[in-house]
């Protein structure tokens, strides 16, 4: 169920059986040699609707520019700051509480955003709390939700991938890009991937010690048929968890 698809008088009738809201949220970002710039971005609003679809939940616009200043130095990549990405989901989140929605259960595609998304919610809840009427209560809740967190998932990619799964520009994450975008296979060939130096600072110490920008996994393990099984497990345990979070 897309708000963008739906009439307001269908929003205000969805609004007196359920108050909560699925948001998307992602990056667009370079994804190494063979991954798309939109990975973090699609992945997460595709597996939005679909788990929206199932449990009839209404799947809010896609966050989809995130928080990547580190991957600035690749063409393509785009980035919010942290405090203005803050504010996007900040208002957000007032835009859809003001009609009466309180729960928001954030499904995220991009491992860089969860600091800033945790920021968001501390900002969302003050503000609540500090404009309110003095209850200890914050009138709304906010839930994350990394796409690839659950048990089931989890181990399902370690079957699949184990350690070649890396850490940024995943095989399983562009498997699901696969699955989901036939037609924008790259077949793009790739030595294995150079050695995980440590962390990194900004953009450019980033494309210095990760210069194809892949962070040690083998993406071109990636198959369609391996992201369709990762796309159904997480589709899954996102539906448990998100029934969970409508009741909390
Ligand atoms: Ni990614």
Same mark, same amino acid.
């Given at each position: 169920?897309?708000?963008?698809?739906? !009439?307001?008088?269908?929003?205000? @009738? *969805?609004?007196? !059986?359920?108050?909560?809201?699925?948001?998307?949220?992602?990056?667009?970002?370079? +994804?190494?040699? =063979?991954?798309?710039?939109?990975? /973090?971005?699609? !992945?997460?609003?595709?597996?939005?609707? #679909?788990?929206?679809?199932?449990?009839?939940?209404?799947?809010?616009?896609?966050?989809?520019? &995130?928080?990547?200043? +580190?991957?600035?130095?690749?063409?393509?990549?785009?980035?919010?700051?942290?405090?203005?990405?803050?504010?996007?989901?900040? /208002?957000?989140? $007032?835009?859809?509480?003001?009609?009466?929605?309180?729960?928001?259960?954030?499904? =995220?595609?991009?491992?860089?955003?969860?600091? !800033?998304?945790?920021?968001?919610?501390?900002?969302?809840?003050?503000?609540?709390?500090?404009?309110?009427? &003095?209850?200890?209560?914050?009138?709304? @809740?906010?839930?994350?939700?990394?796409?690839?967190?659950?048990?089931?998932?989890?181990?399902?990619?370690?079957?699949?991938?184990?350690?070649? $799964?890396?850490?940024?520009?995943?095989?399983?994450?562009?498997?699901?890009?696969?699955?989901?975008?036939? $037609?924008?296979? #790259? /077949?793009?060939?790739?030595?294995?991937?150079?050695?995980?130096?440590?962390?990194?600072?900004? &953009? =450019? $110490? *980033?494309?210095?010690? *990760?210069?194809?920008?892949?962070?040690?996994? +083998?993406?071109?393990?990636?198959?369609?048929?391996?992201? #369709?099984?990762?796309?159904?497990?997480?589709?899954?345990?996102?539906?448990?968890?998100?029934?969970?979070?409508?009741?909390?």
């Amino acid at each position: 169920m897309r708000l963008q698809l739906q !009439t307001w008088a269908e929003v205000e @009738r *969805y609004l007196e !059986t359920s108050t909560t809201a699925i948001m998307p949220i992602g990056s667009t970002e370079q +994804h190494g040699p =063979n991954g798309l710039i939109g990975t /973090d971005a699609v !992945t997460s609003e595709e597996i939005a609707y #679909k788990v929206g679809e199932l449990t009839n939940t209404m799947v809010a616009p896609t966050i989809s520019v &995130g928080m990547a200043q +580190h991957h600035m130095a690749f063409k393509g990549s785009m980035t919010l700051r942290p405090a203005t990405l803050i504010s996007v989901i900040s /208002d957000y989140v $007032d835009s859809l509480a003001h009609h009466g929605f309180d729960h928001f259960y954030f499904i =995220n595609g991009h491992g860089g955003n969860m600091a !800033t998304i945790q920021a968001a919610f501390q900002e969302i809840y003050t503000a609540h709390i500090l404009g309110g009427a &003095g209850n200890n209560e914050p009138s709304v @809740r906010c839930g994350l939700r990394n796409w690839w967190q659950g048990q089931k998932t989890g181990k399902l990619l370690k079957e699949l991938y184990g350690d070649k $799964d890396g850490r940024h520009a995943t095989a399983s994450e562009v498997a699901v890009t696969q699955h989901l975008f036939p $037609d924008n296979i #790259k /077949d793009v060939a790739m030595a294995p991937p150079g050695p995980i130096t440590g962390p990194w600072s900004d &953009g =450019n $110490d *980033y494309r210095a010690k *990760y210069p194809d920008g892949r962070i040690g996994s +083998h993406p071109d393990l990636a198959t369609p048929e391996a992201g #369709k099984r990762i796309f159904d497990q997480a589709v899954e345990e996102i539906c448990e968890d998100v029934g969970k979070f409508a009741e909390s």
